[in-house]
């Protein structure tokens, strides 16, 4: 089974520019992803054809092995350790380099893409940072009005799910 990132890479870059500039330089690349208790995974990316495969390439550039301790700590620290990764280490870092600098809502993103269920997983997860007094009342008013429309469009999925069945 596949899944398509070309979308999903065209998002990240909207949202951070020079994001795919980065990572174009590094095309084509294969590698495997391997989270313990998660069945192995790999992506391609080549030019136009940016791909999310549920099996592992015989041949990757990398591979980087975690636990899920390990993957939820990359995810909240954005720090990967150098011994996970076997394999072409110097595309590895830089790769992951380009993906730590992105500065987005990866809840929001992860909700638009996969649903409401992944977001919440992840929320839970992913402990937010803790506010800082340089927070303007300005970002405060955005991320409220975020929520709320997270709330309804959480309602709206619930109500069109009951009047279709």
Known sequence: MQIPLNKFLLELDSLSPGF?????????????????????????????????????????????????????????NKKISTQSISGDVETALILFNALANIDIDLELLVYKYFGDIPALILRKAIPNKSQSPKNSVHENEANMILESFRDISIRLDRLEHSLIN
């Open 20 to 76: 795919f500039m980065q990572i174009k330089n590094l095309y084509p690349l294969k590698f495997n992803l391997e989270v313990s208790p998660v069945s192995k995974l790999s992506i391609t990316l080549d030019h136009g054809a940016e791909t999310l495969y549920f099996s592992e390439h015989p041949n990757p550039a990398f591979c980087l092995q975690l636990n899920i301790f390990g993957a939820l700590n990359a995810f909240n």
